[in-house]
């Protein structure tokens, strides 16, 4: 049998794309590799693409960028003052049962309380000493796999958790994110269908609200 030969291009060898997740684009790996490797984006569902912070990618970055500044930004695009203080390292477990009856597991977080003093303009906190702080939590912290929410005082106390992160200009940048109630049972509420429920008979909104 006549061996047939084949003149032509040979194909190039298939690059191997490694698995990257979602949290190291976001805290690891930087815009230039994100723009470059834009098939790791392929596969992660669009709600992961903005996961939020756990503390040891905080501590994590305060390392790595001792002497910078960290700023908050809150949703709004405004930023928390930079003469804030961080003086409370805290420990938040919720237990909760919904209005449908469900009971939900225990979510626990870190919450970083920031403090104003119009008395001190001029103080500043800069990364090295932020991480300081955050080291005394282990005195109540159950371990470094939280997610990290920080607490401001502006007409009411609310809790942010941190949505990603930017060192640029000496900066270290943590964009806060809202958090939104929701209702866990809306199918017993009938929430899809005519609202809450709670405007129909009592019969058709069972026992939600």
């Known amino acids: ?6 003149l032509g291009r040979k194909k190039a060898p298939r690059r ?19 723009r470059s490797r834009p098939w790791a984006f392929d596969n992660i569902p669009v709600e992961e693409y903005r996961p939020r912070m756990k503390l040891q990618e905080l501590k994590a970055l305060l390392q790595n960028h001792p002497t910078a500044a960290p700023r908050f ?53 800069d990364a090295a000493t ?9 005195a109540i912290l159950p371990g470094d796999d939280l997610e990290v929410e920080v607490e401001y005082d502006c007409c009411v106390t609310a809790q942010y958790p941190i949505a990603s992160a930017q060192f640029a200009d000496g900066r270290l940048d943590f964009q806060l994110e809202a958090k939104q109630t929701d209702c866990l049972a809306k199918e017993r509420c009938g929430i899809e269908t005519s609202g809450c429920g709670c405007s129909e008979e009592p019969a058709a909104a069972s026992a939600c609200c």
């Open 130 to 138: 932020f991480g300081k702080i955050l080291e005394l939590g282990k």
């Open 16 to 34: 191997r794309q490694t698995a990257v997740g979602p949290r190291e684009l976001l805290f690891g790996l930087g815009e230039t590799a994100r």
């Open 73 to 125: 930004i809150l949703p709004d695009g405004d930023a928390i003052p930079a003469h804030f203080h961080i003086t409370e390292v805290g420990h938040v477990a919720k237990r909760f049962i919904d209005c449908g009856g469900t009971v939900h597991e225990t979510r626990e977080t870190c919450v970083l309380q920031t403090w104003i003093s119009d008395a001190d303009p001029d103080h500043r906190l």
């Open 1 to 6: 049998m006549r061996e047939k030969r084949f």
